[in-house]
């Protein structure tokens, strides 16, 4: 695909590039030599970054038998990384020398990497030629000359250059009525309007192991974690309960759900609500007991309880995920017009259950007409001399692996969410992520609750 000048091609966020593979799914197709091979797959992928003016590279890998693979590659915030258009898989250490990372269609066996070449839609110009014999597509490199099919030799008077692939024109058709997609139209999302007719939703997931029986170590009056994080999502509903609230009338403008995961996995509702997965909000006020808690100021206030601590055994964070994918996936279906799910993760530990990132990353594939599933992950600490970080733009200064993996599965904020937060006082930056670091206070989880259910400020 020719680079048009007034296209400006940006490195991307490596979200933004999940983002997008999710709209692409190169890998929905079916690998046939030689009618759709993995020149095929990587155009595809090519061309959508290319329209969406998203810097990307078309790249060779050669093999050391002499064959060789078409990928993509993008610069972005975690550094070089390289897509395989087949299957969606992201690789961050490719090399040469070693064996290339996937089985798929067309690559050889246990093949070693002999050579990397990456050609950048920014940097130069690239047309695609297909074979109308046997379909095969070959890249074209600045000015090459090439003098037939290399599949079935037919003379290259009968290519067609620079072929617009079927998937590009749909998503074309489907996305933008111009043919171009900017970055910044991407935050045009996440506007649907929150009424009883198309409600929000809002899922907890709370960790319930036994380090939550530590302490909060910035608080004058320590609380436990377990304890604060039940309080503080106590006080959170109740406000949730007056803002949809209408005279006497506690109006449907949320499904609510709150899934511990600890000694079980699965909702943490108690009373009559247990076993619930989701909750309308206005079946909230008739639900819970009120009890009197005492602030850390002394004050004697009196909140209803619809969730009580658990602290007990480790941390199946993988299963949380999962659930709560099981769960938004069947409310999505019933509501594609809502806006997404928000999804906000509350944890002081590392996981035991495996790699988080992969059941975070299918969850935030989910989406309605409005935009993808919003995650949001608060850190919570017995370390106060350790620095809280709030809503960070990159990872510098998350030294601990399990920091940055939380930072790389929370989502960017959408525009809307900073905008309005600006305007109460909260500096967030443009492509602040929902993540919280060492929250040390409960006053550090109450903010992080106030912009993670931000949506709930604009209700019809």
Known sequence: MERNESFKLTDPLFLIVKMLLSEVRSWCRQYKFPHYVCTHFAKVVFDFMTLKEVRCGYTTVEFSNGMS????????????????PQSGDVEYSLRVGNRYPYTLEGIPKDATVAGINIRWNSDMKISFCECKECGYLLPIYDDELVDRCPICSTVYGVFTTDLVSAIIEE?????TKCGRVRMAELSEKYTAEISRRTPGCILFLVDQSESMADNFSGEVNPKQKAQGAADTLNMLLTDLVSKCTKGEETRSYFDIGVIGYGERVGSAFGGELAGRDLVSISELPDQGRIEEHVQNGGERTKIQIWFDPVARNRTPMCQGLRE??????????RHREAYPPIVINITDGE????????PAEELVKLSTNDGNVLLFNCHLSSNAEQKTVEFPLTKEGLIDKFAQMLFDMSSILPRKIIEDARKEGFPLQDM???????AAKLGDLTRFLSIGTRPSQSLR
């Open 69 to 84: 693979h078409a990928i993509v590659a993008f610069n972005t915030d975690y550094g070089l990384v390289y897509v395989e």
């Open 351 to 358: 996981v035991n259950d495996g790699d988080p990132s992969i």
């Open 432 to 438: 602040a992520r929902g993540f919280m670091f060492n």
């Open 171 to 175: 998503n074309i058709k489907k996305n």
């Open 324 to 333: 709560a994918h099981r769960i938004l996936s069947d409310w999505i279906t």
